[in-house]
């Protein structure tokens, strides 16, 4: 399991990062563009009952909440922190709000039109036991919309996202899928504007074929005594896998920011590189910003370099 691959350290990473969630993080990796051509596979409609599983700041739940009444959308998250600036948003005041773990959902079986759950299963220690949940809840001829990132292909990339957290290969969100007893599986690649050629992230959709939960089920004391087998065995191991995983996950920032840089060099020499999934976002004026600063760094340093 990878450094942030438990429920405590991903608890006291958002502790922190809910900070800079919203302005910082998703511009870089998970754009409005990203989320809505995601959504899109869901199929949304206003009375529709929605469960957004890892809901956070409620970034995509502003999304599901353009197409579903909010009073039919259920949002549970983990982390208190994250929950507090969704509860705030005014798109969401309509919304529920459950502290929860997407392993163990507090919801009834059959309940649910739509599961949707956006950048939370790489945080999850057993992906296949969230995704047995998500079948669970679902109504006969429900869909669950799991989005997730995918390994990196190149050596960094991959060398950081394994040190991180849980970055599955394209095969092991089909696997955990039909495992789940899901039918109908379709997908979609996403990726913000810096990605280009990299497989980055995927949105996969799967539709639950009969009534009942998935014939994986899980016992639920098995469930209470692997949560208290899980925390951190010694306080210096528990912070030093923090540290260590929320450095390895800040790195992903100056990759963005130089990818971002090399895609605008191109769309100044008229060769703006095409994804086949490219969010037409505007970048955020703080980004901006940063990046102008960068671009200037970097000239300074090379004039510095070449006159002297
Ligand atoms: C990258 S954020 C995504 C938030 C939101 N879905 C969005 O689109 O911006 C991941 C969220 O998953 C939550 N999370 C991680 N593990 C969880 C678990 N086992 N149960 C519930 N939420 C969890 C974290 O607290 C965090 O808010």
Same mark, same amino acid.
């Given at each position: 399991?990878?450094?942030?691959?438990?429920?405590?350290?991903?608890?006291?990473?958002? @502790?922190?990062?809910?900070?800079?969630?919203?302005?910082?993080?998703?511009?870089?990796?998970?754009?409005? #563009?990203?989320?809505?051509?995601?959504?899109?596979?869901?199929?949304?409609?206003?009375?529709?009952?929605?469960?957004?599983?890892?809901?956070?700041?409620?970034?995509?739940?502003?999304?599901?909440?353009?197409?579903?009444?909010? %009073?039919?959308? *259920?949002?549970?998250?983990?982390?208190?922190?994250?929950?507090?600036?969704?509860?705030?948003? &005014?798109?969401?005041?309509?919304?529920?709000?459950?502290?929860?773990?997407? *392993?163990?959902?507090?919801?009834?079986?059959?309940?649910?039109?739509?599961?949707?759950?956006?950048?939370?299963?790489?945080?999850?220690?057993?992906?296949?036991?969230?995704?047995?949940?998500?079948?669970?809840?679902?109504?006969? %001829? #429900?869909?669950?919309?799991?989005?997730?990132?995918? @390994?990196?292909?190149?050596?960094?990339? @991959?060398?950081?996202?394994?040190?991180?957290?849980?970055?599955?290969?394209?095969?092991?969100?089909?696997?955990?899928? %039909?495992?789940?007893?899901?039918?109908?599986?379709?997908?979609?690649?996403?990726?913000?504007?810096?990605?280009?050629? *990299?497989?980055?992230?995927?949105?996969?959709? #799967?539709?639950?074929?009969? $009534?009942?939960?998935?014939? !994986?089920?899980?016992? $639920?004391?098995?469930? *209470?005594? +692997?949560?208290?087998?899980?925390?951190?065995?010694?306080?210096?191991?528990?912070?030093?896998?923090? !540290?260590?995983?929320?450095?390895?996950?800040?790195?992903?920032? $100056?990759?963005?920011?130089?990818?971002?840089?090399?895609?605008?060099?191109?769309?100044?020499?008229? @060769?703006?590189?095409?994804?086949?999934?490219? &969010? +037409?976002?505007?970048? $955020?004026?703080?980004?901006?910003?940063?990046?102008?600063?960068?671009?200037?760094?970097?000239?300074? &340093?090379?004039?510095?370099?070449?006159?002297?």
């Amino acid at each position: 399991m990878k450094l942030i691959q438990h429920k405590r350290e991903a608890f006291w990473f958002y @502790r922190f990062l809910s900070n800079f969630y919203d302005h910082y993080v998703n511009p870089l990796f998970w754009t409005t #563009g990203m989320r809505d051509a995601s959504l899109e596979l869901a199929g949304l409609k206003p009375h529709q009952k929605v469960a957004d599983v890892g809901s956070g700041t409620g970034f995509t739940t502003e999304g599901i909440a353009r197409w579903v009444d909010g %009073e039919n959308i *259920e949002c549970l998250d983990q982390s208190p922190h994250q929950m507090a600036r969704a509860k705030a948003k &005014a798109a969401l005041q309509d919304c529920r709000f459950h502290l929860g773990d997407a *392993e163990d959902l507090p919801f009834p079986t059959d309940a649910f039109d739509r599961y949707v759950s956006a950048g939370s299963i790489e945080y999850w220690p057993d992906p296949q036991r969230g995704i047995a949940e998500a079948y669970r809840i679902l109504k006969p %001829e #429900g869909l669950a919309l799991m989005i997730g990132p995918l @390994r990196p292909k190149n050596l960094i990339g @991959r060398w950081i996202a394994d040190t991180w957290m849980l970055f599955p290969e394209e095969r092991d969100y089909y696997q955990w899928f %039909e495992a789940a007893g899901f039918v109908n599986i379709r997908k979609r690649y996403i990726a913000p504007k810096w990605v280009l050629k *990299e497989p980055y992230g995927i949105a996969l959709v #799967g539709e639950k074929p009969q $009534p009942g939960p998935s014939a !994986l089920s899980y016992e $639920p004391d098995r469930f *209470e005594a +692997r949560k208290s087998a899980v925390p951190v065995k010694s306080l210096p191991a528990f912070l030093g896998r923090l !540290l260590a995983g929320s450095l390895a996950g800040f790195l992903f920032i $100056p990759m963005a920011l130089l990818g971002y840089l090399r895609y605008g060099v191109l769309k100044i020499l008229g @060769r703006p590189p095409v994804h086949p999934e490219v &969010a +037409r976002d505007r970048l $955020p004026l703080q980004l901006k910003l940063v990046l102008a600063f960068l671009g200037l760094a970097l000239v300074a &340093a090379l004039a510095v370099r070449y006159a002297g």
